[in-house]
């Protein structure tokens, strides 16, 4: 697959490194239905890790472990019709926070899996990932482009750094605030917009995190809002009834 994409997309690629442990990736579910999961060699990846960057000098990192094979969970047949979560995302963002935690730079994951049966009845939004076991190739198109992480302490600012308080908005679930990335900006003056529609088992919502947030129904309306926002307009001016200002007491 990684060779696929040099052929075809003229992708620049190093060279790779197998584990010298086994990672024993581990799936959970929590009591909210959440996916999560454990890493217990996690010092195995980080060795792997370590090397691609000061041998190779990797600029981004690809990741394919081993998952367990879950076929016929409740969870996996949800998942595969588009209506629950994703079994692997909680154990994939441990193995790509832990690299990017740690060596500051881009990672992702794709989980290794045997090929499951053939449905025709599949959801549309996980049709993709049934074509191939690895998903590898878009991990490597994603990570041709992923930004550079910098330290602005040790590292001059280049003409095209995105710092944090250049942000102006910031679109997310509106069940799923608690992330550090949104605790983070909700300090600063960038817009949070949480979209109902996009329901999730987290029960992080703006309101029970004390989140000041412009709640919308559907990823169309964040758009708008985006536009609006840009634009330098206030949303509020766009609803059938807008409230007279009021006089300060």
């Known amino acids: 697959?990684?060779?696929?994409?040099?052929?075809?997309?003229?992708?620049?690629?190093?060279?790779?490194?197998?584990?010298?442990?086994?990672?024993?990736?581990?799936?959970?579910?929590?009591?909210?239905?959440?996916?999560?999961?454990?890493?217990?060699?996690?010092?195995?990846?980080?060795?792997?890790?370590?090397?691609?960057?000061?041998?190779?000098?990797?600029?981004?990192?690809?990741?394919?472990a081993r998952f367990p094979d879950d076929e016929g969970s409740t969870a996996l047949e949800l998942y595969r019709y588009?209506?629950?979560?994703?079994?692997?995302?909680?154990?994939?963002?441990?193995?790509?926070?832990?690299?990017?935690?740690?060596?500051q730079v881009p990672c992702a994951h794709a989980p290794a899996l045997l090929p499951l049966p053939l449905d025709?009845?599949?959801?549309?939004?996980?049709?993709?990932?049934?074509?191939?076991?690895?998903?590898?190739?878009?991990?490597?198109?994603?990570?041709?482009?992923?930004?550079?992480?910098?330290?602005?302490?040790?590292?001059?600012?280049?003409?095209?750094?995105?710092?944090?308080?250049?942000?102006d908005a910031v679109v997310v679930p509106a069940t799923a605030c608690g992330g550090s990335a949104v605790m983070s900006f909700s300090q600063t003056p960038a817009q949070i917009i949480a979209v109902r529609e996009n329901q999730t088992q987290m029960q992080a919502s703006p309101e029970s995190l004390?989140?000041?947030a412009l709640e919308v129904n559907s990823y169309l309306e964040a758009l708008g809002v985006l536009v609006a926002h840009r634009a330098g307009i206030n949303p509020e001016a766009l609803r059938p009834e807008i409230l007279p200002i009021a006089k300060i007491q």
Not at 134 to 141: A, D, E, G, I, R
């Open 120 to 167: 025709p009845n599949l959801s549309p939004r996980s049709a993709a990932e049934e074509i191939g076991y690895t998903f590898l190739p878009c991990v490597l198109v994603g990570l041709s482009r992923a930004p550079q992480l910098v330290n602005t302490k040790d590292s001059p600012l280049l003409t095209n750094t995105i710092l944090a308080k250049q942000v």
């Open 1 to 64: 697959a990684a060779d696929a994409t040099r052929a075809t997309l003229g992708l620049n690629l190093t060279d790779y490194i197998i584990t010298d442990a086994p990672l024993e990736v581990q799936l959970q579910q929590s009591e909210s239905g959440a996916s999560w999961g454990t890493i217990a060699n996690s010092d195995s990846l980080l060795r792997a890790a370590e090397t691609l960057i000061d041998k190779a000098k990797a600029e981004a990192i690809a990741v394919v």
């Open 210 to 212: 004390g989140i000041k």
């Open 82 to 103: 588009g209506q629950g979560v994703d079994p692997l995302a909680g154990a994939e963002a441990v193995i790509s926070h832990l690299i990017v935690k740690t060596f």
